[in-house]
């Protein structure tokens, strides 16, 4: 049954809040964060391969969608400018975050995004969220290490 406390949850997950450095989700905290970036390898040292790049494994599509989030001062028509802040972890957490604001959503359909939502979202994209992760050898993998670092 709908009440107005209902309403009043849904609002505070799904609301879109102001921020000094962009946009945000206000259910896409800290911890949620750290799990997607361990959940995508989380490597400090990565540089870019096969057009992925920084910890937490971004694509250069997916910071195009994102809204082409820089690092302070840089310009996003700058042929590196999307290699420099994918490898930055505070300007790839501003991708992750501008491209939740655009994309989040329920992928799994059980009435909730969470952080299983955007871990599904990174996985398949914002367009196709709802596919099962099983269903491949890197799916399975990335589902185990959410499994394991999930709270």
């Not at 491209?99 to 939502?117: A, E, H, I, L």
Request: hydrophobic fraction near 30%; proline fraction near 3%; include cysteine.
């Amino acid at each position: 049954m709908w009440s107005h406390t209902n309403g009043v949850i849904l609002l505070g997950l799904f609301s879109v809040l102001a921020s000094g450095c962009g946009s945000r989700i206000s259910n896409l905290n800290g911890t949620c964060i750290r799990c997607l970036c361990y959940v995508a390898g989380c490597d400090f040292t990565r540089g870019c391969s096969e057009g992925y790049c920084g910890p937490f494994y971004i694509s250069r599509v997916y910071w195009v969608d994102a809204g082409k989030p820089t690092l302070p001062d840089d310009d996003p028509s700058r042929k590196e400018a999307f290699e420099d802040c994918a490898r930055d972890y505070h300007c790839s957490i501003r991708i992750i975050e501008d491209y939740m604001t655009k994309f989040g959503k329920d992928c799994n359909g059980d009435g909730v995004t969470n952080c299983y939502d955007f871990m599904m979202i990174n996985y398949h994209g914002g367009r196709a969220c709802s596919a099962p992760l099983f269903l491949s050898a890197s799916g399975r993998r990335w589902l185990a290490r959410y499994e394991q670092c999930r709270f």
